[in-house]
């Protein structure tokens, strides 16, 4: 099924909080529609950070054909990729898609991300500021996060996990804050935006039950063998969540119970941010057409083709 210019979208987006699903279903869509899945995935995007960020390229197979995926294992661990390259390699994705009449089906929760597209944010390249920066360095991190705040409201709390982070945040803003600078024109695109809803409770038991499996997999291995081949541990704290609090445990700083612990609370907690940022997204005029992601795989694919 391709889809033509009288049903009136360009895109597909496919979200919702993590671990709901929406990889699977993406991929589904996209073999339906013929058509390749966009990542829009904040730390999916470097190699080598596999279980870490969720990768299953399983998902990507349906029913035996492999559904072509993009920005995915991009650019390298340490690298601080950034929505400004992501909003720019989407639109070289995107274009290239359309171009070769392959419909674009975008997937992933990382909730800047898919703002930028679907808003169309008008994006600045920031470049370092090393005067301003040194500046910033002098402040602790409680005083990085106070200027931050006063920019936006810090609804991405991994943008203040560290001083790293944070300084890059406030540099980011305050470059934006210049209303000289060149801006990014981005093209109007008519998404239709679906968001999977699970019920609370059934989303923190996957939640659980996905870490513990991606730790019996090898996730620890996998952080240490990134520790091993040259990563800083603030380089690796800084991608938050899973490579934060293994790099802690590995480093000595937390024993593993505690370790798991706190990841867990982590990951309920992100999977929270997640979903008060769709609401913002919808309180600016986004429309997000939710559904029941405890369907039946046909059933969701069924139900998200009539909306097209």
Request: glycine share 8%; with cysteine.
């Amino acid at each position: 099924m391709r889809l033509n210019k009288n049903q009136g979208f360009d895109l597909l987006v496919v979200t919702g909080p993590t671990a709901s699903g929406k990889t699977s279903l993406a991929a589904a869509l996209a073999f339906r529609l013929g058509g390749e899945v966009v990542s829009a995935d904040s730390r999916q995007v470097y190699r080598r950070m596999n279980l870490g960020t969720g990768k299953d390229y399983n998902d990507y197979i349906v029913n035996g054909t492999k559904v072509p995926y993009h920005l995915i294992d991009i650019v390298d661990p340490g690298y601080k990729y950034n929505v400004f390259e992501y909003q720019r390699d989407f639109l070289k994705v995107y274009k290239q898609l359309r171009s070769e009449t392959k419909f674009p089906v975008v997937c992933g929760g990382s909730g800047m991300y898919l703002d930028s597209i679907v808003s169309g944010y008008r994006m600045f390249e920031v470049p370092p500021d090393p005067v301003f920066r040194t500046a910033l360095e002098k402040k602790s991190l409680a005083e990085l996060t106070e200027i931050l705040s006063t920019y936006r409201d810090l609804h991405n709390v991994t943008d203040i996990d560290t001083k790293k982070r944070a300084i890059r945040a406030i540099e980011i803003e305050y470059y934006n804050s210049n209303p000289k600078k060149r801006q990014t024109q981005f093209p109007e695109i008519k998404p239709l935006v679906v968001g999977l809803m699970t019920d609370r409770l059934v989303r923190r038991e996957r939640i659980t039950r996905r870490l513990k499996q991606r730790l019996e997999n090898g996730m620890v291995a996998e952080v240490k063998a990134l520790l091993a081949g040259g990563l800083a541990p603030c380089d690796l704290i800084y991608y938050g969540l899973e490579y934060k609090y293994i790099t802690l445990h590995l480093t000595g700083k937390l024993m593993y119970d505690e370790m798991l612990k706190r990841l867990e609370t982590a990951i309920h907690q992100f999977a929270k941010r997640q979903m008060t940022w769709f609401r913002g997204m919808e309180r600016r005029g986004i429309a997000i057409q939710w559904i029941d992601g405890e369907l039946p795989m046909d059933e969701k694919v069924d139900l998200v083709l009539n909306l097209l």
